[in-house]
């Protein structure tokens, strides 16, 4: 054998070592972020986790969080759905390769990774800030701009999977529709969104783990309550938002509530995904 | 079928067909508008933050983006700072990150056994849907310290100049800079380099799968042909899947860039939070994102105006990146003829 011949080889094996090593880090740090994460929190779970507020500190729960988390998002997916899946119907039945249609949803595709914590500050700009003029009083944080600023966040997820979804299915439906005089807005509404129907909802399940996790946007508009706040106009906690104040608290009773927190916020982010997961390959298996 | 009847089905179908065409262009209009306001969030959160910024940008102009001072006392403040934290972290996430997750993407698309490769890229997905918050906590509470009791020694005591025992090691000495950049005495873990470590765990997902489908993109013919000259499959993936796929390649990493930049929690929690300059990799810092996470509740006037500033430098950075990257994506996408 050459000398090259055996430079070659030993070349080869060591690359794919190198890529074998590459995966197994990276396994490595998502088992022991997981692990860790289920490691603490468990130890930390306690029932009155989940029927006492935050104002009693160590000695109370994260029920207020919770609650708080449960009316943000629902605020944020309840404003992000209609217009998202509008978005992109426009997107894929009116504006297909026009100009501005193409430019929409490349900028769509930028404001997929925006820093979220803009988005948090552009909503204090256009809600925090006039309703505090309004009211003369203090800043007037509240959940619903906390749930706006979610909607942005979600916006993009939505508009892209409702394009993408739409723009599968197939075109003799369209077209077998338009023959028979049904007008557009019709077809739209009533044939296309039935047959992108599930891969639409994956969209609005990713969109919901998305902001789930949510704390930078949430800062500066939600901003946080030690109570329970079932009134949008009102200040409201979040999940992330205590996790954030506990953990940087030097308490170690905190610290552990904080990990209770984390795991409670994992496990919906990792089900949810789990659940889009198994409905998009539903939905795939059922078209083949 | 009558005259008559026939006469009033045709005014139905007339007047039908206006309530059609109506019910159309309003559902036209509707839809557009909704597509419209997607442009109209983008446009509103530069415009928001150069408005709130705009005190600050008018009062210490270009001096804003080249000063180090950040002075709540005086009410002196520059971008300097927080700007050099968030460009080094995100330049140690991208140097730890891209060769891992091109490793990932290579041992995905060419090494692992068929029945291997759904359940590892869905693992290592599960990385991307970890909510970053998470990754703060996990930096924070076992990532820093692991790190101050395990390799941060190791790192001052052979790289840096500042080591515990006062000996300085050979690389140290001879290789220029690597000293000043692990030279520490700060006894902490939280750093400029734990920050771009965790941001590296969190961007490697992004940066993969976009490898990984652009190789999946390549022609099979191209790598058999080169199969059948006698390549290795580490030539085959060097020579000719990557020139394949080299703009969407560097799309990838742009986009794990962009990710970088703007991530807030993740950093916040690693950083250190100090409004200082340092050379060190090793010391505490601060980035555009946790400085106004840290400071905007209990900010007003100029400092608040100076962190609206900081937040609109950050929009457009992020902006530019993440452009190049979709238009480097874009590329080959065009190649492909889709």
Redesign the interface.
């Known amino acids: 054998m050459s000398s090259l011949y055996l430079r070659?080889?030993i070349?080869?094996w060591l690359?794919?070592g190198?890529?074998?090593?590459?995966?197994l880090?990276?396994?490595a740090?998502?088992a022991?972020?997981?692990w860790?994460?289920l490691r603490?929190g468990i130890s930390a779970l306690h029932l009155s986790l989940f029927t006492k507020i935050t104002a009693n500190g160590a000695d109370g729960g994260l029920a207020n969080a919770m609650v708080g988390s449960l009316i943000i998002n629902f605020i944020g997916i309840a404003i992000a759905t209609?217009?998202?899946v509008?978005?992109g119907?426009?997107?894929a039945?009116?504006?297909n390769r026009t100009k501005l249609?193409e430019s929409?949803r490349?900028?769509?595709?930028?404001?997929l990774?925006?820093?979220?914590?803009?988005?948090g500050?552009?909503v204090y700009?256009?809600i925090v800030l006039p309703s505090t003029a309004i009211t003369n009083g203090s800043t007037t944080f509240s959940g619903f701009a906390g749930g706006v600023a979610l909607a942005?966040i979600a916006?993009?997820v939505i508009?892209r999977t409702t394009d993408e979804m739409l723009r599968l299915v197939p075109s003799t439906l369209r077209e077998a529709a338009l023959s028979l005089g049904v007008?557009?807005?019709?077809l739209?509404?009533q044939i296309l969104i039935r047959a992108a129907r599930s891969g639409i909802i994956t969209g609005v399940l990713l969109a919901l783990?998305r902001i789930?996790?949510?704390?930078?946007p949430l800062?500066?508009t939600a901003?946080g309550n030690n109570y329970m706040a079932l009134n949008p106009i009102d200040k409201m906690s979040s999940l992330?938002q205590i996790?954030?104040q506990y953990?940087?608290d030097p308490g170690a009773d905190l610290?552990a509530m904080?990990?209770a927190g984390?795991f409670v916020?994992?496990m919906f982010?990792?089900l949810l995904?789990l659940a889009s997961?198994l409905l998009f390959s539903r939905n795939k298996v059922s078209h083949d | 079928m009558s005259a008559s009847q026939a006469a009033v089905s045709a005014i139905d179908l007339e007047q039908r067909s206006k309530r059609?065409?109506r019910?159309?262009r309003l559902?036209?209009w509707?839809?557009?508008g909704?597509?419209?306001?997607?442009?109209a969030?983008?446009l509103?959160?530069a415009g928001?933050?150069l408005?709130?910024g705009r005190e600050a940008f008018s009062t210490f102009g270009w001096h804003f983006l080249v000063s180090t001072a950040w002075d709540p006392g005086n009410d002196v403040y520059g971008a300097l700072v927080p700007v050099y934290g968030t460009v080094m972290t995100s330049l140690i996430a991208l140097v730890i990150a891209v060769?891992?997750?091109?490793?990932?993407a290579?041992?995905?698309s060419?090494?692992?056994p068929a029945w291997l490769r759904t359940p590892?890229a869905?693992?290592?997905e599960?990385?991307a849907?970890?909510?970053?918050?998470?990754?703060?906590?996990?930096g924070?509470?076992?990532f820093a310290p692991f790190f101050a009791d395990h390799i941060k020694p190791w790192l001052t005591s052979n790289l840096g100049n500042k080591p515990d025992d006062g000996k300085l090691s050979w690389i140290a000495q001879h290789v220029p800079f690597i000293g000043k950049l692990f030279g520490s005495d700060y006894p902490f873990g939280a750093s400029i380099l734990v920050a771009g470590i965790v941001l590296a765990?969190m961007i490697?997902?992004f940066i993969?799968s976009v490898m990984r489908e652009v190789f999946q993109t390549v022609p099979t013919r191209l790598k058999e042909s080169a199969y059948a000259l006698g390549s290795?499959?580490?030539?085959v993936?060097?020579d000719i899947v990557l020139p394949y796929t080299r703009s969407a390649v560097i799309g990838g990493v742009f986009?794990g860039l962009?990710?970088a930049?703007?991530?807030?929690?993740a950093v916040t929690?690693v950083l250190g939070n100090a409004m200082t300059l340092s050379a060190s990799l090793l010391d505490p810092g601060t980035s555009i994102?946790s400085t106004?996470?840290n400071q905007?509740?209990e900010a007003s006037g100029l400092q608040k105006s100076s962190l609206?500033a900081l937040?609109f430098l950050?929009?457009v950075v992020?902006?530019i990146v993440?452009?190049i990257a979709?238009l480097m994506l874009r590329r080959l996408a065009s190649k492909e003829g889709r």
């Open positions: 070659r080889r070349t080869n690359a794919m190198l890529s074998t090593l590459a995966t880090i990276g396994l740090f998502l022991w972020i997981l860790e994460t603490q209609p217009i998202g509008m978005a119907m426009w997107l039945e009116y504006a249609g929409i490349f900028l769509n595709d930028i404001l990774s925006a820093p979220s914590i803009v988005m500050l552009f700009t256009i942005l916006l993009p508009v007008p557009q807005w019709k739209t509404m783990a789930s996790g949510e704390t930078a800062l500066f901003f992330p996790i954030y953990a940087n610290h904080a990990w984390a916020v994992t982010v990792l995904s997961r | 059609d065409a019910a159309e559902f036209r509707l839809l557009k909704c597509a419209l306001l997607v442009l969030s983008l509103g959160a928001a933050t408005w709130g060769p891992i997750s091109f490793g990932i290579l041992y995905l060419e090494v692992a590892v869905s693992a290592i599960l990385l849907g970890i909510p970053s918050i998470i990754y703060g906590m996990w924070l509470f076992i765990i490697i997902p993969s290795s499959t580490w030539e993936s060097w986009l962009g990710r930049l703007g991530e807030t929690m929690f994102a106004i996470a905007f509740s609206m937040a950050l929009f992020t902006f993440l452009l979709r």
